[in-house]
């Protein structure tokens, strides 16, 4: 080993003792740099990671490591000191590792040059530091691979530019066999074969941050296969071509081709295993969760996943079958043989393709394929089949895949969170495969249904009631194996085993009055117990066989795990615009988008307000953009609280419009929303809007000429309405945002919660603004740069930090209590009188909630409305996702459902880099072309110092009476 060492310190002296190092470190820190800032454009990708750092990282090193090998052996050969070095008493091994090892070395000193790049990104954002080991230690691994390559080929000729140019041709082999040019050009089946033999696919797979024994074992071969070859290259040089000698040849020969197989078939071998990896990303984004491993752990039944993959598909898509295989194959591992997966190519199955499009609806997706010769649209298939029971999901490409446009006009495709979509539309098919047999059968402890009536007070259209009541509950204890039982109790009888005072202590629950000034009362209400856990049962609309079956069945699903939730949601109706000239114009505002993402996880529901009930089946109830509201929408969503329901509430004051003659948006402000309904609960959404200095550009459209003809670009200008939440202002351990790297709420009015009402309640301020915030009673939303240069609008005065959300959970008081509800009102027609009075609910107005009910507000509506979701996307790519990311957390929370919420956290979307200003950016690119600088200085000193002195070359003691220093020869060389 210590012979070993010293080829490597001559080596590196070498190298350090002349240009040589500078050159290698200078061109790739400038060539690194330039790709991070410049052609990746870091700041505008809008993500904390380095991966721009490591992408063009397999292609850079095949050129400037093979500047480093090209010398290596051909000048040794050139000045005739390679026979002097092969006589020396050293093995011709450790020459070659020892030269091996001063190149690798060289490349860790480059790479370790870089680490001011990702220590950068750690202060502007939430670096994993997972993928950037990853990256290195593959950066490292290729390097290695490429130097055995480079010394090999340079063992073979005297010339430096022949090896140069041919270390450049073989290691691009390498890397260009495993791209998807080729393995899409070649086919599915032999693609596979090339993308497992390419250096280049190999690296991407460790740069993620997953360090698989297999590419380990890849690259550790090819450099061993290259550096056999190179010993033996070298060996060869000295043989003699006798017959006494053969035996000798034949036995080194075999030796190397030996070793060659062997590392060859260990890659073999070693493929095809799965699971011998480490994963080292922050939040183990690559490893099965602890909630999949239990949800696919815990089948009743068999669930048969099929993926339909085409073999001819779109070059972009091809390198991301594998990635699904190997991670569906993990989740057959995990299922313990409940989960059947097979993997397709329908195309090549009639029958199969026939039941994809008939039963399950899929089809090819045309893909538009361009190559150097012509321009073809290939029709092909990347679904995934989810099927449990009769309950069946599908997953396309579209809900798969995100997309990253890049500088150079190409794009980048990669998986968006696979654990996560695959999770969540599995959990979505299992948990909707569920009857109330099943139900009862998952209950910890049995249920027992208790009817609290007094028959002899009942209104007479409540007459039925006990007897419906009683046959459905009967019915479920039929089929319920002991594990559902009812009683029914008068409250008002002397043999009641709870008094009138208890019902209300416990379950709040108060006589409901004939009429609002009558004294006569009646109780009618239902409670359902399992465990610890009681729920009171409220049947939605009136008292029909279905109406009550519903409830109660619904009720039960919440008191277990296991079931979907449905998720009811209101938005505004989508009006048509009209343009200047009075033409009918689509609707400005939707609220698709958000509908569709709770869709993956949530069966949803839209839900009308207007008939003053929420159905009893809905476990959360999502209102967007409240406004047009009555008293009725208003006792909608209190009663849905006071029975103990989960709302959570984008409750802004202000809405946008579009001004049909100048084609702008103009502010609205919303005055029939439910600014009142909150008051009552010690809740106040300010009529203000919050501008801060934090905040997302606005993308303006701007004209400019060009040679007299006029273009029109974008142009991203500070726009204080859009206001940025940063992690600092969040509230940090409250699972709503606890995976939120930054959210932005537009055209937000501050929330303020009366502590004092809210005293016996847990509240948490979700988000606030930064402390340089400011309001405005002003619905003008169009910036002026003429009067207001900085920032668009006038800076308030009161400058500080303002609530925008907030999360409450406590037990609520109604808004309706001691006041007649919209059913008991008295209208002019008689007619109108009694219809309101037959909608009305049976149970009448419940004053308050149990302790289980939660509310989040939040202080706007329009953070959620498709448009405004285009115009971020133009500017800051998916960044709008976290939008709809803390929707999806808020439900989760509502439910304590976390599981998800843990396994969405996961996903690389969340680290999100702080929206800066130009100035900023170029600071920070200074500083790390500064200390690139500065290492090239240190390095210019100590060349300067290194090529005056002279430094021969001491490989070991004296032996046998041979001094290595006293050969004249070598120490020129040296």
């Not at 750690?122 to 230690?137: E, K, Q, S």
């Not at 519903?550 to 048509?576: D, H, M, N, Y």
């Amino acid at each position: 080993m210590k012979q070993t060492l010293a080829i490597t310190r001559k080596e590196l002296r070498s190298y350090f003792g002349s240009p040589m190092a500078l050159i290698f470190i200078g061109a790739f820190l400038i060539a690194t740099l330039f790709a991070f800032f410049w052609i990746d454009a870091f700041f505008a990708r809008g993500i904390a990671d380095v991966r721009p750092l490591f992408m063009r990282m397999p292609a850079l090193m095949i050129f400037l490591v093979a500047a480093l090998t090209m010398r290596q052996w051909s000048e040794e050969a050139r000045s005739g000191t390679q026979e002097i070095l092969l006589t020396l008493p050293i093995s011709t091994t450790q020459l070659v590792v020892g030269k091996f090892l001063a190149v690798v070395a060289l490349v860790a000193i480059a790479l370790v040059l870089t680490l001011p790049l990702p220590f950068t990104v750690t202060i502007l954002g939430n670096l994993d530091w997972g993928p950037v080991f990853g990256g290195y230690l593959a950066a490292l691994l290729l390097a290695a691979s490429y130097a055995a390559i480079g010394l090999f080929v340079s063992s073979l000729t005297d010339n430096q530019i022949v090896s140069l140019i041919a270390t450049v041709l073989l290691c691009g082999v390498f890397y260009i066999v495993g791209t998807s040019d080729v393995t899409d050009f070649v086919g599915s089946s032999i693609g596979v074969i090339l993308h497992a033999i390419g250096a280049g696919s190999r690296f991407e797979s460790i740069l993620r941050g997953v360090i698989d024994l297999r590419d380990l074992l890849y690259y550790i071969t090819l450099s061993g296969v290259f550096l056999a070859l190179n010993i033996l290259s070298l060996k060869s040089k000295g043989w003699s071509q006798g017959v006494r000698t053969r035996a000798h040849r034949t036995s080194v020969v075999l030796t190397s081709v030996l070793v060659v197989l062997n590392l060859v078939v260990a890659n073999v071998w070693a493929y095809p295993l799965q699971g011998l990896r480490v994963d080292l990303t922050e939040q183990n984004e690559y490893t099965l969760s602890q909630t999949t491993r239990d949800l696919v752990g815990n089948l009743q039944e068999t669930l048969l996943v099929r993926a339909y993959f085409s073999e001819k598909t779109h070059p972009l898509l091809a390198p991301l079958e594998p990635e699904i295989t190997d991670l569906l194959q993990e989740y057959a591992i995990a299922s313990g043989g409940k989960l059947e997966l097979e993997v397709i190519d329908p195309t090549k199955d009639p029958d199969k393709e026939v039941e994809a499009n008939q039963v399950y609806g899929i089809r090819p997706t045309p893909f538009q394929v361009a190559d150097r010769y012509e321009s073809s649209i290939v029709n092909s298939y990347f679904d995934i089949l989810i099927r449990y029971g009769d309950q069946s999901t599908v997953l396309n490409f579209q809900d798969l895949i995100e997309i990253e446009p890049l500088r150079d006009g190409s794009i980048d495709v990669r998986l968006r969170n696979l654990e996560y979509d695959l999770t969540s539309a599995i959990k979505k098919t299992v948990y909707g495969f569920q009857n109330v047999e099943t139900v009862l059968a998952s209950l910890a402890e049995p249920a027992e249904l208790t009817l609290y009536i007094t028959p002899n007070t009942l209104p007479e259209e409540l007459a039925d009631a006990p007897e419906t009541i009683e046959k459905i509950a009967a019915e479920i204890a039929a089929v319920s194996k002991g594990n559902f039982s009812y009683t029914v109790v008068d409250p008002t009888s002397s043999d009641s085993p709870i008094s009138q005072q208890e019902l209300y202590d416990i379950y709040g629950l108060t006589a409901i009055p004939l009429s609002f000034f009558s004294e006569e009362s009646y109780y009618l209400y239902m409670v359902i117990e399992s465990g610890d856990k009681a729920q009171v049962v409220y049947p939605s609309g009136g008292l029909s066989e279905t109406e009550v079956r519903s409830a109660i069945e619904s009720a039960l699903k919440r008191s277990t795990s296991g079931f979907l939730t449905v998720v009811g949601v209101w938005s505004p109706p989508e009006t048509p615009t009209q343009d200047m000239f009075g033409q009918t114009q689509q609707p400005l505002s939707t609220w698709q988008e958000v509908s569709a993402m709770l869709g993956q996880e949530y069966e949803v529901r839209t839900v009308d307000l207007s008939s003053g009930q929420v159905p009893a089946d809905i476990d959360v109830l999502v209102v967007i953009a409240p406004q047009g509201f009555t008293d009725k929408e208003h006792y909608a969503i209190d009663q849905y609280l006071m029975r103990g329901g989960a709302v959570v509430m984008a409750a802004g004051n202000y809405g946008i419009d579009l001004d049909p003659y100048v084609g702008a948006l103009q502010g609205r402000e919303i005055t029939d929303g439910v600014r009142e309904l909150l008051a009552n609960y010690g809740i106040t959404v300010e009529q203000s809007l919050v501008l801060d200095p934090v905040n997302e550009p606005f993308p303006m459209p701007t004209v400019r000429e060009v040679a007299g003809i006029q273009v029109q670009e974008l142009m991203a200008i500070d726009y204080p309405m859009f206001v940025n939440v940063q992690p600092s202002t969040m509230a940090s351990g409250n699972p709503i945002v606890s995976n939120l790297s930054s959210v932005t709420l537009n055209w937000v009015s501050p929330v303020i919660v009366d502590q004092e009402q809210n005293a016996g309640r847990t509240v948490d301020v979700l988000l606030s603004s930064s402390e340089g915030a400011w309001t405005t009673t002003d619905s003008n939303i169009q910036p002026d740069f003429d009067l207001y240069p900085e920032y668009g609008f006038p800076v308030g005065e009161d400058q500080k930090s303002y609530p925008l959300a907030v999360a409450i959970q406590g037990s609520f008081e109604s808004a309706f209590k001691d006041k007649p509800s919209p059913f008991e009102e008295s209208d002019e027609s008689s007619d109108d009188t009694a219809a309101a009075a037959s909608e009305a609910p049976a149970t009448g107005t419940i004053a308050n909630s149990p302790d289980t009910a939660r509310l989040v507000v939040i202080g706007s509506g329009e953070f959620l409305d498709d448009v405004v979701f285009n115009l971020s996307a133009t500017l800051t790519g998916e960044r709008y996702m976290n939008s709809i990311t803390l929707v999806q957390n808020a439900v989760a929370w509502s439910t304590e459902d976390l599981d998800l919420l843990n396994i969405r956290s996961r996903g690389t979307s969340a680290r999100l880099l702080p929206i800066m200003d130009e100035s900023m950016q170029r600071f920070w690119e200074r500083v790390n072309y500064g200390l690139a600088v500065v290492a090239l200085i240190v390095l210019g000193f100590i060349w300067n110092t290194w090529s005056k002195k002279e430094q021969p070359m001491e490989l070991s003691e004296p032996q046998d009476g041979f001094k290595f220093n006293d050969t004249p020869a070598v120490e020129v060389e040296a």
